[in-house]
């Protein structure tokens, strides 16, 4: 695909969130270099949620989070800009609170792994023990301040309705609210998502918009743009505001879509010039998840071998097809690497040479 100035190839992997195809999900983790993940706006974070995101996980793949049906929000939930702003943060806290389990998990492994690997001192030294427990606060510290949560100023959470095609990330307004108003599109990044507002008479970004009773910047700038046009094209079908809001945007629709009875249709139409779903994600994913030229030593070590094996067991030449597993070379000179992810049992009587052929003239 073509997306800002150059070509990239993406293969997908579809795999049912339903509870009954778990094993499905831990099989296409294990085939891919990152992981889309889908959670309703509506329902929040599932028992499967937990599942899915723990699989990833295991697997060393960071996902990227796509929030998804907001549109219910809107015409379902009847929720204000900012009924729902505050009903998201509260999503994203449950997603974040299973990737910090998740964390605490491999912290607390880590820890143990140590104690049982270290030898017993003769003589217990008692600065050392808390240098040692300094250091792995330190660490721990560290690496919760890492990539290991969602934040949508870090340009790893989408918000999106499937449904009326749309899509989009804090990336994609900070880039277009950054000429009309003058701010630094950096700054406005990191600022359009959280607890600040937008003081129109200065134009400056400040914060305690909640303490101060302010629209925070994500529904000002935001969530009310879309609201309106929900208002406009479902909820009062009003053709004037229509026509405003189209013309604001600078958009283009075919004579078909505006005359279009069915109002879900029409906001489509609107919807997939404005935000697109299809470019929001490619965007997303082409910045978040690493290139198969980008793949760990380590993880390429996990799907040469199984749990029961170690690397530096196999033979010379099976370990020497690490180096061409890391270079993904299309060579002809290169080893071709087949990855068996599934295997289905299937009756030896099914297969085509075992069925009675018919007797033909």
Known sequence: MPTGGGEYLVNLIDSPGHIDFSSEVSTAVRLCDGALVVVDAVEGVCPQTHTVLSQAWGEGIKPCLLINKIDRLILELKHSPLEAFYHLQQVLEQVNAVMAMLHTSKVVEAANQR???????????????????????????????????????????????????????????????AKKLGINAEVLRK??????????????????????????????????????????????????????????????????????????????????????????????VISKHPSPLQLSSERVENLLCNNAMAFDSFPKETQQLKQDFMACCADPSVPTVAFVSKLFSIEKSSFPQQQNRLLGV
């Open 115 to 177: 104690e049982m690997f270290q030898p017993p001192a003769n003589k217990p030294d008692q600065t050392g023990d808390q240098d040692e427990d300094e250091k792995a606060e330190l660490d721990c510290k560290e690496e919760e301040g890492g990539s290991d949560y969602f934040t949508p100023e870090s340009g790893n959470v989408m918000f999106s309705s499937a449904l009326d095609g749309w899509g989009f990330s804090v990336g994609h307004f900070s880039d277009m609210y």
């Open 191 to 284: 600022t359009l998502w959280g607890n600040y507002f937008l003081n129109t008479k200065t134009k400056r970004v400040c914060k305690k918009a909640q303490e101060k009773g302010k629209k925070p910047l994500f529904v000002q700038l935001v969530l009310e743009n879309i609201w309106s046009v929900y208002d406009a094209v479902v909820t009062n079908r009003d053709m004037i505001k229509i026509d405003k809001i189209v013309n604001s945007l600078n958009l283009k629709l075919p004579p078909r879509d505006t005359r279009q009875g069915d109002p879900r249709t029409h906001l489509s139409a609107i919807f997939t010039q404005w935000l697109p779903l299809a470019k929001s994600t490619l965007d997303m």
